[in-house]
């Protein structure tokens, strides 16, 4: 049996150039840094820095046939029109430099020292440890076993096996468990443990010892489950002990860090720092808002490029071998006059984005009171500024602006609206920054659990249920109150 039907299909597809562009948008300004760098190696038609002072013949437009047949091979007049990759104007067409800076305002760039890795501190400390051939072997297998946090989460037994097969090396678990005891004397203290209780437990012991150090190594050792569950009447009862003997113990035990490697973590990696795309200076009371410069790079196309279509068009006997040289002279010449348009778009695109998200939360930046922040949704500054959703999404998502309070990522300014008790619109960052405020000021010995929590913000206005407030609560990374508890 035949069927017919007919089938409807609306699609839209983006250029390549389009899809260039979009790219260009999302990267923040040390990733654009790095792709401009990137197309200056690719397309030799394109140059940085000034355009030198040169003077330009006036190149007439003539009625000739500009391209005479070879062999039979034509390119079109249309193809390529020389005179659009001709300038007689010493200066771009363009103006991308930022004048936000002054004349002496110069990108310093501070040189620091390539750091240790943790790993090698580690191995370095073994030096200063008289041991045998065999134990430095066990003592370097065993930093090798050592994860980013400072554990070996690895059983010993396990180690033991792991050393015979893959190194040839034959020991037991006692020889290795004494080679551990020598790990555990490197610093940072902690370094080496098996749990985050011998973690703390190592800390404390090379602490010099007083009384409320000698309870908290007590409580680790003996009552280490009622002291993470935070049951401090059961530490009273069982230690016979006041309060304050309990508080100062455990403010021992908060001091200690439990992730001993973590100090070292920044230092084992690339150190990268945040770069603002933009900057909101408050001047006179008045909200001022400038790109950063090293989005606007001086960029003008090669005369050398320009000057060698020049020739060619003044030839009369034009070769094949030529007629290939244009043809890629023409196609970097157009890949540069699109690179500079597209990097005068992306700046542009990026200023009147954020200039509306500026003045969408005007109250915020005057005087950055977060309770001020406005519900604002990417549809909203869409909206106002005529561009794409996605657009907008692509600058929001990527980029930081340095404001009197702090360097933001602008994708914190949008949230979403809720209803206060007068059925007004407020922003969810409001309603979590009462949130944060109400459990700094709470009594820290009795701490609010969440249906409390969502009693107290529901009188001063915000009618919030009590599982809008425990999810809440764990995006500000604040624990349930049983967590909360101090003693």
């Not at 554990?151 to 893959?166: C, G, H, N, P, S």
């Not at 002291?227 to 309990?246: R, V």
């Not at 603002?276 to 090669?302: K, W």
């Not at 954020?354 to 969408?360: C, T």
Request: proline share 4%; with cysteine.
């Amino acid at each position: 049996m035949l069927k017919q039907h007919l089938q409807l299909k609306l699609s839209q597809k983006l250029s390549p150039q389009q899809i260039q562009l979009m790219k260009l948008i999302q990267l923040p300004t040390q990733a654009f840094e790095q792709r401009l760098k990137e197309e200056l190696v690719e397309n030799p038609a394109l140059e940085t820095g000034k355009e030198d002072a040169m003077e330009h013949d006036e190149y007439e437009d003539d009625n000739y046939d500009e391209y005479d047949d070879y062999d039979n091979e034509r390119i079109d007049a249309d193809e390529i029109n020389i005179d659009e990759y001709l300038s007689n104007d010493e200066t771009p067409d363009y103006k991308l430099q930022a004048n936000n800076y002054s004349d002496d305002d110069e990108d310093r760039s501070l040189p620091f020292a390539a750091p240790v890795s943790f790993h090698q501190d580690l191995i370095n400390q073994l030096n200063t440890f008289i041991l045998s051939d065999s134990e430095r072997e066990i003592a370097e297998f065993l930093v090798g076993s050592i994860d980013d946090m400072g554990y070996i989460r690895r059983d010993i037994q396990d180690i033991v096996d792991d050393m015979a097969f893959t190194q040839g090396i034959y020991t037991d678990e006692q020889n290795v468990e004494r080679i551990l005891n020598i790990i555990h004397e490197l610093e940072p203290s902690g370094v080496g443990a098996r749990d985050l209780q011998e973690c703390l437990l190592l800390q404390l012991r090379h602490k010099t010892p007083t009384e409320a150090i000698e309870l908290a190594i007590d409580i680790l050792e003996n009552q280490f489950d009622a002291f993470t569950k935070k049951h401090y009447d059961k530490l009273l009862q069982k230690y016979d002990i006041s309060q304050e003997q309990l508080r100062k113990a455990i403010d021992e035990i908060e001091k200690l860090n439990p992730k001993p490697g973590g100090s070292f973590d920044t230092n084992s990696r690339t150190v990268e720092h945040v770069v603002p795309d933009f900057s909101i200076r408050l001047i006179d009371g008045e909200l001022e808002l400038s790109l950063n410069g090293r989005n606007a790079p001086e960029l003008h196309v090669s005369k050398d490029y320009q000057e060698m279509l020049q020739t060619y068009k003044e030839s009369r006997e034009k070769s094949s071998s030529q007629k290939d040289a244009v043809q890629f002279i023409k196609q970097k010449l157009d890949s540069a006059k699109w690179f500079i348009d597209a990097i005068k778009q992306r700046n542009e695109t990026l200023f009147v984005t954020m200039n509306a998200i500026m003045h969408y939360q005007q109250e915020y930046f005057l005087d950055g009171d977060e309770t001020k922040l406005k519900p604002m949704i990417l549809k909203d500054i869409a909206d106002m500024v005529g561009l794409d959703i996605s657009t907008v999404s692509r600058v929001a998502n990527s980029k930081y602006v340095e404001t009197p309070y702090g360097t933001k990522l602008i994708k914190e300014f949008f949230s979403e609206a809720m209803k206060n008790d007068q059925g007004e619109d407020v922003s969810t960052i409001e309603i979590k920054k009462i949130l944060q405020n109400v459990i700094e000021e709470e009594d820290k010995s009795k701490p609010l659990p969440d249906d409390k929590l969502a009693d107290i913000l529901k009188e001063k206005g915000y009618p919030i249920a009590r599982r809008t407030i425990a999810k809440y609560r764990e995006q500000l990374d604040i624990p349930v109150a049983r967590m909360r508890k101090k003693i």
